[in-house]
């Protein structure tokens, strides 16, 4: 059985980071791209916002470029969300997702954990 474990979520204020893990287990973890997606609520889309094919290819959105750092420990089989210089609008549900390398959809989905960023 495959899953996804995300934690890390937390309240900060703005300008403060957080730490957002997703231990996998049940696939192997080196076929697999690694994304971290987020939903600022249930009626909005949920949004790529970063993903992460081996340690020197990554993709970042434009929300959160230079931001967030996204990296993987394949020993583990656990990917990492940093988030640093945390902003109101990063307020989402953090989801962890894998993908099969060389296909197009993400297959596997956490069960997200909240960020909530407040003044």
């Known amino acids: 059985q495959v899953q996804l474990v995300e934690s890390g979520g937390g309240v900060v204020q703005p300008g403060d980071s957080l730490r957002l893990s997703c231990a996998v287990s049940?696939?192997?973890?080196?076929?697999?791209?690694m994304g971290w997606f987020r939903q600022p609520a249930p009626e909005k889309e949920r949004e790529l916002v970063a993903?992460?094919?081996?340690?020197?290819?990554?993709y970042y959105s434009d929300s959160v470029k230079g931001r967030f750092t996204i990296s993987r420990d394949d020993i583990k089989k656990t990917v990492y969300l940093q988030l640093n210089a945390l902003k109101p609008e990063d307020t989402a549900v953090y989801y962890c997702a894998a993908k099969f390398r060389g296909t197009q959809n993400y297959t596997h989905w956490g069960q997200g954990t909240q960020v909530t960023v407040f003044s």
């Open positions: 049940g696939l192997t973890f080196g076929n697999y791209v």
């Open positions: 993903a992460i094919y081996n340690r020197f290819s990554t």
